[in-house]
């Protein structure tokens, strides 16, 4: 924190949890607004966690104003890639597959360059973008992943102008005084390079500060949309139209605004099937006053806003939320939300007790009720939950690999906190990495796990979601008490469907794409 | 000083409370100011003025119970003005304590509760309102809201009917049944209610967006993008007398701005000028105030003075990509084409991301006969704001 109010400080940082040496366990990037970002390898051994700091001679050499991470395997030569969002341009590093990285940033068209050849002018300016989230999507089809940039604002800390509350103390702006900068879709040339498809998409048409990013398929066509929660104005939900276009149904589908009809700050955001029911619902994070939002959606992209009646929106009105995920802590086949939090503006009562960084908040811990409700579990959650910090950033994913998922935790001006997830591997579980060719992630593949007595539990091969950070893309469904899966059905991103009929629980199965029995 | 001022305020509540009703005195936080340091200085004045008056009230043994719940409440006032709702809340509840049948300390605490996200005691204070006095329009809408925030739309049907029993075409309750339906997924009665609500009051955009989802529950698409299309953000609020009391009770930079940003969307420009101008002296530096002063000062014909004023905010903050822009307009209004297009060009280098500075700048380039960089400005505005259809229409005039 300089003191001096620069909105940039408080935005960032993200986390991402990513097996960049393929050794079968998850390594940590932590993403620094100040410095270097840090690569941790992961030396997990007979179930003991250690790290080490391989940043040195990794390669992943970040340029500083680090915001966010996505990952995903861009060459699809089985190795995950590294993109980093910052406050500047942008990085995309490539993994040699040798447990080191090259900055590919430049020659694949992904450090931020001007939307279009044309706007060559003034693109010193464009440099000084602002990105926070970003996602790998493979949104064609054609099996390589493409990547969507979410952008922020226009800021800049020489000519940024300073703000104040109404008692006329200077404090953090609004997201309102900057022009929002539009996002960026970028397509995979297949060769090692993007073309920047933003306008071609439609996507130039309507944009606003994006902080959050998700991409699932959420009106259930087989074609993956892009969802953008804006900070102070409508979010977009980006419906995929088969053609290389996307058509905005935010306002349509009831997932632009509030119940009110306001636009909330939305930061953080999810998408799962916390209700079982076959189709992506969206959880997003929003300031302290708003509350967070639910919207339920219908199986053909239709929402229905029900943060109230679950509970996720009034016991969150105290907190501002940033990093969120759907994930089954208990293993009970219920996908449950964990919220990191940490406020924006000043909070008087942290500054009259001289707090040298008063904008810390608890994290929240919600358990699903299987009924669309949820019960606010934060207190029984442990310590961790009891601590109070800034909370942006937060990765999800089973670093321990004992069956149920840990989360990462990156803290602005503060350390970043693993929590251990000890309750999820007392039930049973499936754990599964969906890949192809030479064993790269299918992002985007749905799987389905029909249980014995013929429900099924859908879940989505991921790594974006959350804020700023990056996931686990490996899928693990909770069975509680259930010993045994009668089928499992993956929806593969092409559309083509296999299923598995003996597939072991309590383990993680690689299922490679068209090699089913 | 502060913990004697605790110890004498414990005192005075429970002897006011024993001898003035039977309520259970409640137990009172401790009070003392928040840091003020970082306030405007008339605000700091403000509240130290007020809360000496506090103290000098609390000394005296013979001060009534209500002129000093009175003195707590004015400090809260002050205090939930300036958003310091934590702070605040002391002294509501002090005041509370001190005179339990005045409604006015229980409706702010509503309103304290409800900014901080506590929609449970929320409610619970706006209900004290109700039971003081049970029809008080802006306490039952604010009550039904605090409920559907809730999730608890049955409860909030009731007092929205009762509200509309008391005004039959009350906008905010009309609205709040319509979204209370709506929650019920009562499509049919939400589309009845939503639709009275805007023809009460149809410059309230906002009711659209809830209107939209109501006929997209009743399954009618058309009229659900009708309405999505129209939705804007002009908010409803119940009439709030209390709440607009505290409205231009601060005397700060930032207080004088929003009376000069209210007295400008209700085109009173005079006004505005008098507000931004006290909020230019009370922060010299502040570029936005001064720019502000500059508007109001044009859009009341004082070119001159406005001219004045857009100078003095790029002088003092070069950066001020706004400050740049304004001077743009005025110059390129009176024909000083050269010294216009300096500032635009100014303005779009600063925040390349600014549409109308940067199409201001073609404008001047193209009347300074510069056509070829007046279509690259224009062909990058097309590029940039697809929205901002004047870009594509202005390159069309030029080829």
């Given at each position: 924190m300089s003191g001096k109010f620069e909105y940039a400080e408080i935005i960032?940082?993200?986390?991402?949890?990513?097996?960049?040496?393929?050794?079968?366990?998850?390594?940590?990037?932590?993403?620094?607004?100040?410095?270097?970002?840090?690569?941790?390898?992961?030396?997990l051994s007979d179930g003991k966690l250690s790290f080490t700091d391989v940043t040195e001679n990794s390669g992943v050499s970040s340029r500083g104003n680090g915001m966010g991470v996505a990952t995903g395997d861009f060459n699809n030569d089985g190795c995950v890639d590294l993109f980093l969002t910052n406050l500047g341009p942008n990085q995309l590093f490539r993994n040699n597959c040798d447990g080191t990285f090259t900055d590919v940033s430049r020659q694949s068209h992904t450090d931020g360059e001007p939307v279009s050849p044309k706007l060559a002018i003034d693109r010193k300016a464009s440099e000084g973008g602002w990105s926070v989230s970003a996602a790998?999507?493979?949104?064609?089809?054609d099996g390589w992943l493409d990547l969507f940039v979410g952008n922020y604002v226009s800021w800049h800390a020489e000519t940024s102008m300073p703000c104040f509350s109404p008692s006329g103390r200077q404090d953090y702006c609004s997201p309102n005084v900057f022009q929002p900068q539009p996002s960026r879709l970028y397509h995979n040339n297949r060769d090692g390079t993007f073309t920047d498809v933003t306008a071609a998409a439609g996507l130039l048409r309507e944009y606003g500060p994006a902080?959050?990013?998700?991409?699932?398929?959420?009106?259930?066509?087989?074609?993956?949309?892009?969802?953008?929660?804006?900070?102070?104005?409508?979010?977009?939900?980006?419906?995929?139209?088969?053609?290389?276009?996307?058509?905005?149904?935010?306002?349509?589908?009831?997932?632009?605004?509030?119940?009110?009809?306001?636009?909330?700050?939305?930061?953080?955001?999810?998408?799962?099937?916390?209700?079982?029911?076959?189709?992506?619902?969206?959880?997003?994070?929003?300031?302290?006053?708003?509350?967070?939002?639910?919207?339920?959606?219908?199986?053909?992209?239709?929402?229905?806003?029900?943060?109230?009646?679950?509970?996720?929106?009034?016991?969150?009105?105290?907190?501002?939320?940033?990093?969120?995920?759907?994930?089954?802590?208990?293993?009970?086949?219920?996908?449950?939300?964990?919220?990191?939090?940490?406020?924006?503006?000043?909070?008087?009562?942290?500054?009259?007790?001289?707090?040298?960084?008063?904008?810390?908040?608890?994290?929240?811990?919600?358990?699903?009720?299987?009924?669309?409700?949820?019960?606010?579990?934060?207190?029984?959650?442990?310590?961790?939950?009891?601590?109070?910090?800034?909370?942006?950033?937060?990765?999800?994913?089973?670093?321990?690999?004992?069956?149920?998922?840990?989360?990462?935790?990156?803290?602005?001006?503060?350390?970043?906190r693993l929590l251990i997830n000890n309750i999820g591997s007392r039930s049973?579980?499936?754990?599964?990495?969906?890949?192809?060719?030479?064993?790269?992630?299918?992002?985007?593949?749905?799987?389905?796990?029909?249980?014995?007595?013929?429900?099924?539990?859908?879940?989505?091969?991921?790594?974006?979601?959350?804020?700023?950070?990056?996931?686990?893309?490996?899928?693990?469904?909770?069975?509680g008490q259930t010993t045994h899966v009668a089928l499992v059905r993956v929806v593969w991103p092409d559309g083509r469907t296999e299923e598995w009929k003996t597939v072991a629980i309590d383990r993680y199965t690689t299922l490679t794409e068209g090699d089913s029995k | 000083m502060t913990k004697r001022l605790v110890l004498i305020c414990l005192g005075t509540v429970l002897c006011a409370c024993s001898s003035e009703s039977k309520v259970t005195p409640e137990p009172l936080t401790p009070v003392a100011l928040p840091d003020l340091s970082r306030m405007d200085a008339p605000v700091q004045q403000q509240l130290r003025e007020r809360s000496q008056t506090l103290a000098s009230k609390v000394e005296k043994p013979d001060t009534p119970p209500l002129e000093l719940a009175e003195s707590y409440g004015e400090v809260g006032n002050l205090l939930l003005a300036a958003e310091y709702t934590e702070a605040a809340e002391a002294y509501y509840l002090h005041a509370q304590a001190l005179a339990p049948s005045d409604m006015r300390w229980p409706y702010y605490l509503g309103h304290v509760y409800r900014l901080r996200g506590d929609l449970?005691?929320?409610?619970?204070?706006?209900?004290?309102?109700?039971?003081?006095?049970p029809n008080d329009l802006a306490a039952l809408v604010w009550l039904g809201d605090v409920n559907v925030d809730q999730g608890k739309p049955e409860a909030a049907e009731p007092l929205f009917a009762r509200a509309l029993s008391l005004q039959p075409r009350l906008v905010a309750a009309l609205f709040g049944a319509g979204r209370a339906a709506l929650a019920r997924r009562d499509y049919a009665h939400a589309v009845d209610q939503l639709e009275q609500a805007l023809a009460a009051d149809p410059r309230a955009t906002m009711i659209h967006y809830s209107l939209g989802l109501a006929y997209r529950g009743l399954g009618d698409t058309a009229k659900a993008d009708e309405h999505l299309r129209q939705r804007g953000g002009v908010e409803v609020g119940p009439p709030?007398?209390?709440?607009?009391?505290?409205?231009?009770?601060?005397?700060?930079?930032?207080?004088?701005?929003?009376?000069?940003?209210?007295?400008?969307?209700?085109?009173?420009?005079?006004?505005?000028?008098?507000?931004?101008?006290?909020?230019?002296?009370?922060?010299?530096?502040?570029?936005?105030?001064?720019?502000?002063?500059?508007?109001?000062?044009?859009?009341?014909?004082?070119?001159?003075?406005?001219?004045?004023?857009?100078?003095?905010?790029?002088?003092?903050?070069?950066?001020?990509?706004?400050?740049?822009?304004?001077?743009?307009?005025?110059?390129?209004?009176?024909?000083?084409?050269?010294?216009?297009?300096?500032r635009f060009g100014a303005a779009v280098r600063l925040d390349p991301e600014f549409p109308q500075a940067r199409y201001g700048y073609a404008l001047a380039l193209a009347q300074m006969k510069r056509y070829e960089e007046a279509r690259k400005q224009l062909a990058e505005g097309a590029a940039r704001f697809p929205d901002h259809q004047e870009f594509a229409e202005a390159l069309t005039r030029l080829k």
């Open positions: 960032g940082s993200g986390a991402a949890m990513f097996d960049y040496d393929n050794d079968g366990d998850l390594d940590v990037l932590l993403v620094q607004y100040k410095g270097q970002s840090r690569l941790f390898r992961n030396d790998f999507v493979d949104y064609d089809r902080l959050g990013v998700s991409t699932a398929d959420f009106n259930g066509d087989g074609w993956p949309d892009i969802y953008v929660a804006n900070d102070g104005q409508p979010n977009q939900l980006w419906i995929n139209q088969h053609d290389g276009t996307f058509k905005n149904m935010g306002l349509l589908s009831g997932t632009a605004l509030s119940a009110h009809g306001k636009a909330k700050a939305g930061m953080g955001v999810d998408a799962g099937d916390f209700d079982n029911d076959g189709d992506d619902d969206l959880f997003v994070t929003n300031l302290t006053g708003e509350g967070n939002d639910l919207y339920v959606n219908d199986g053909i992209g239709l929402f229905e806003e029900q943060s109230a009646r679950s509970g996720l929106g009034p016991a969150s009105r105290a907190y501002t939320g940033f990093g969120t995920a759907w994930f089954d802590i208990d293993n009970d086949g219920w996908l449950d939300t964990l919220i990191v939090n940490g406020a924006v503006q000043t909070i008087e009562a942290l500054r009259r007790l001289s707090d040298p960084f008063p904008l810390h908040q608890r994290k929240l811990l919600f358990r699903n009720l299987r009924d669309g409700r949820f019960e606010d579990v934060t207190a029984r959650g442990g310590p961790a939950f009891q601590l109070s910090e800034v909370g942006r950033g937060a990765a999800f994913g089973d670093i321990d690999n004992d069956g149920d998922v840990d989360v990462l935790v990156a803290n602005n001006n503060g350390k970043p049973h579980w499936i754990g599964l990495r969906l890949v192809a060719g030479k064993g790269r992630d299918r992002i985007g593949a749905r799987v389905g796990v029909v249980l014995d007595a013929g429900r099924t539990i859908w879940r989505r091969a991921r790594a974006e979601g959350s804020y700023a950070s990056a996931n686990d893309p490996r899928v693990l469904v909770g069975l | 449970a005691t929320s409610a619970a204070s706006f209900e004290r309102v109700l039971r003081l006095r709030d007398p209390l709440m607009i009391a505290l409205r231009g009770l601060l005397h700060g930079a930032v207080n004088e701005e929003e009376q000069g940003v209210r007295a400008l969307s209700s085109r009173d420009f005079a006004s505005a000028v008098v507000h931004f101008r006290r909020a230019v002296e009370l922060a010299p530096d502040n570029p936005a105030l001064r720019h502000k002063l500059g508007t109001a000062l044009s859009l009341s014909g004082d070119t001159r003075a406005a001219f004045e004023e857009f100078e003095e905010t790029v002088r003092r903050s070069p950066g001020f990509s706004q400050g740049h822009y304004s001077l743009g307009v005025l110059l390129a209004q009176e024909g000083r084409l050269p010294e216009a297009v300096d």
